[in-house]
């Protein structure tokens, strides 16, 4: 039971991350890249655990849809960044 309540708290986890996004628009190119780097790092970490989990055979369902979840999640907040970061980087050093 312990098990389920670890991943319920990674899903919260993901999903709290997810709500508090930040406003790339107003950020310099070293923090969006910065942020990009975090976001890879936390998806990694993310994974890892749960992989760990399904390693172990705990939950099957309730991982798979964790897994999907985190991929889903900082997949988009990714691409987010990366669209801001483009766009500066082209502004800024293209023109």
Do not use: W
């Amino acid at each position: 039971m312990e098990e389920i309540d670890e991943i319920k708290e990674l899903i919260n986890k993901i999903n709290l991350r997810d709500l508090n996004s930040r406003d790339y628009q107003k950020m310099k190119i070293e923090e969006l890249s910065a942020n990009i780097r975090e976001a890879m790092k936390f998806q990694q970490d993310i994974i890892q655990r749960i992989e760990e989990f399904e390693i172990k055979g705990l939950q099957p369902d309730l991982t798979k849809y964790a897994k999907m979840v985190c991929k889903n999640t900082t997949e988009r907040e990714i691409l987010k960044i990366q669209e801001v970061y483009l766009k500066k980087i082209e502004n800024e050093y293209l023109k």
